[in-house]
């Protein structure tokens, strides 16, 4: 398999691969505890800021992007979303526009927050940037982006992270098992 840093990479808009929603949930105090993931614009966690019960607006089914249009650092992050959820009113929905595997979209997902300096609480993303939005992907021998290779890549990144982490916990249950 090629390595990331052999390929050629080339710019493609954003609204090339993906539909844009914005969430809509708005009055947080209304809200009621439930078990749908609300995700917001934090830096951390997913986006996720809060579990709440169905309140009559839109509900995402999952399998798509999230990306924080503003923040207090969370500007331009984006997340992998597998699961329903709400979104808040600072958050929008990258929908893929074609089938579209869950590690392809993770690569994308980390291809788009690497441009996160991008924005800030004085340059926040709204319909019109996310329209003329490119982001950095790598390109097959047709010159088209090898989502192939960015699902392959995603994949590796996954085995070896398990990978450390079953190492991590052996040792740890190893250490706490001698005691």
């Known amino acids: 398999m090629k390595r990331i840093k052999d390929f050629e990479w080339k710019a ?12 809509n949930q708005n009055n947080m105090g209304a ?3 439930g078990n749908i993931p609300l995700v917001s614009a934090k830096k951390c966690d997913n986006g996720y800021k809060a579990f709440i019960s169905e309140n009559g607006k839109k509900l995402y089914d999952g399998h798509c992007i999230t990306l924080n249009n503003d923040g207090d650092g969370g500007a331009g992050l984006a997340y992998y979303q597998p699961n329903k959820m709400a979104l808040d009113s600072h958050v929008t929905a990258l929908i893929p526009k074609f089938p579209m595997s869950k590690y392809t979209m993770l690569f994308i997902a980390r ?3 690497n ?4 924005f800030g609480h004085g340059r926040s993303i709204n ?53």
């Open 111 to 113: 291809s788009i927050s």
């Open 12 to 23: 493609i808009l954003l609204s090339d691969i993906f539909d844009f929603d914005k969430g």
């Open 115 to 118: 441009q996160r300096f991008l």
């Open 127 to 179: 319909s019109s940037r996310l329209r003329i939005f490119k982001l950095m992907l790598p390109m097959n021998e047709d010159g088209l982006p090898d989502y192939a290779f960015m699902e392959a890549y995603m994949k590796g990144v996954e085995k070896r992270l398990l990978s450390h982490y079953k190492a991590y916990l052996k040792c740890a249950y190893d250490t706490t098992s001698k005691n």
């Open 31 to 33: 809200m009621q505890n």
